[in-house]
């Protein structure tokens, strides 16, 4: 089971409808974006949707800020490329859709990260000198793992011995109570022997001289007290056959966050089966250097080949990497997500095909003239650039390549037409005025001051162009 489209509207960052085609087999995804680009909206759609299918969250509080019409996520699902299309959908208005085995399986075998989630390992600890993570095992990444004795996941094993506790005098209730701590204390040692191993296994990828250990002694029960005691997971660290005391202070960001990811991947191999597997990663690799990151690569594909993946990062040197490694095969689909704003709210600029004008006209023809324009925009200074790119042309050198403008690339494009006559002289009148008056990023503040006719004509104009271009 894959999923084979992706649709959002008016979801946190997403400004209107999005859709993501990841084809009939169901592509991996693979997203570049800037910070406030929308990238990590999309990993908290996937994320909500799941999780909504046990009822664990409303739709209105996620609704974009800057747009009242009615919002949406849909997932459309396949088994395989031959088989019938399945939809579902997350709304205000249609909140039960989700509420079935499939989706309900699919959110406990999950695997959602983001690098908020490598500190709970060690970032939060480091004014303690342990690394307890009772909290973050048992109430999270080991929470739906299921017990072969029982068939209880260890959620249901935790909440069987939470209060409220007996009286002190209720001498049956306090051994029955005392029996089901000894079954948790058994369950969860019996997961914490698996989840080290694997762990252990996944930290040998990075090639680290690094082990580590959960150390759990069992929690017990304070009939003075009643309360639970021991409720300790400590993590300690032995490097080259060295134990670290106080680990998180010694050993560098690099190894704490491969600690980290070898712990979250390996608790996601413990999770029960799904026909639906999903991990998402949210620039879960911001803590490695590139030589640190290629083993990422190496682990998905050996340990998660099975699962459909989506694999966000703000850094384009690392995104250019992994699309050239996952270019082989047709299983990865590499998207980019860029960020633009008005003086009113804020855009995702979705990059698939680069069919930026055909989104200007869906907005035009929402009367939505700000976001037109911005897709507009878009369009001209892609194809701008792109074109000196692939000329050679020379552009004025500015010491940071985000500070060019459209300008930069107009003028040499220009001097070429001297040379090769491909732009008439109407259609270099046409883009100049609409250079100020629309294609200007600053012109957005007025935008909605400008008739429609006038900005269709500039849509048309940048058409126009694009095929002089080409």
């Known amino acids: ?27 991996n995804l693979l997203v570049y974006g800037e910070n406030g680009s929308g990238k990590t909206s999309l990993y908290q759609a996937l994320k909500r949707f799941l999780e909504s299918s046990e009822g664990g969250h409303q739709f209105k509080p996620y609704q974009n800020i800057f747009n009242s019409d009615d919002g949406y996520i849909k997932l459309h699902l396949r088994t395989d490329a031959q088989s ?36 709970e390992t060690h970032y939060l600890h480091r004014e303690d000198e342990v690394v307890n993570v009772f909290g973050l095992l048992v109430n999270n990444l080991l929470a739906n793992t299921i017990s072969d004795q029982t068939d209880r996941n260890l959620a249901e094993d935790w909440a069987s011995v939470q209060p409220p506790f007996p009286d002190q005098s209720a001498i049956d209730q306090i051994a029955d109570l005392e029996v089901r701590i000894a079954n948790f204390n058994d369950e969860l040692a019996s997961r914490l022997t698996e989840l080290q191993a694997k762990v252990s296994e996944i930290l040998r990828k990075f090639g680290y001289n690094v082990t580590l250990d959960l150390d759990f002694q069992g929690i017990t029960y304070n009939q003075n007290k009643e309360e639970l005691d021991n409720q300790e997971i400590l993590l300690t660290v032995e490097f080259f056959d060295k134990d670290i005391p106080e680990h998180h202070r010694f050993l560098n960001e690099a190894k704490l966050s491969a600690i980290a990811i070898a712990i979250y991947f390996s608790s996601i191999l413990l999770q029960p089966t799904s026909a639906l597997k999903i991990l998402a990663l949210d620039d879960v690799l911001i803590g490695l250097d590139m030589s640190n990151r290629l083993p990422v690569l190496d682990i998905l594909d050996e340990y998660f080949s099975d699962y ?27 998207v980019e997500f860029y960020f633009r704003q008005t003086d009113e709210y804020e855009i995702p600029v979705y990059v698939e095909n680069k069919a930026y004008l055909d989104k200007a006209r869906e907005y035009l023809d929402e009367n939505d003239y700000k976001a037109c324009a911005i897709y507009l925009r878009t369009a001209f200074e892609v194809m701008i650039e792109d074109f000196c790119d692939a000329k050679r042309l020379s552009v ?4 940071s390549r985000d500070k060019l403008d459209s300008q930069d690339f107009w003028d040499p494009i220009k001097v070429e037409n001297q040379k090769a006559s491909f732009l008439d002289a109407s259609l270099i009148r046409d883009i100049e005025l609409y250079r100020s008056r629309i294609l200007n990023p600053l012109s957005h503040t007025t935008i909605t001051n400008i008739p429609k006719k006038e900005i269709e004509d500039a849509i048309e104009a940048v058409a126009r162009l694009e095929t002089a271009l080409q």
Do not use: C, P
């Not at 703000?314 to 590499?334: F, L, M, N, P």
């Open 1 to 27: 089971m894959r999923i084979t489209k992706i649709e959002i509207k008016n979801f946190r960052a997403f400004y209107g409808a999005y859709q993501i085609d990841l084809h009939r087999a169901g592509k």
């Open 84 to 119: 019938k299309q399945d939809t579902y959908e997350w709304s205000e208005t249609v909140k039960d859709e989700t509420n079935n085995q499939l989706l309900i399986q699919a959110s406990r075998a999950k695997g959602f990260l983001d690098y908020k989630d490598l500190l």
């Open 396 to 399: 004025r050198y500015r010491r």
């Open 308 to 334: 459909q993946i989506f694999l966000t990062t703000y850094d384009k040197a690392w995104y250019e990497i992994v699309k050239q490694r996952t270019s082989h095969g047709g299983k990865w689909k590499a």
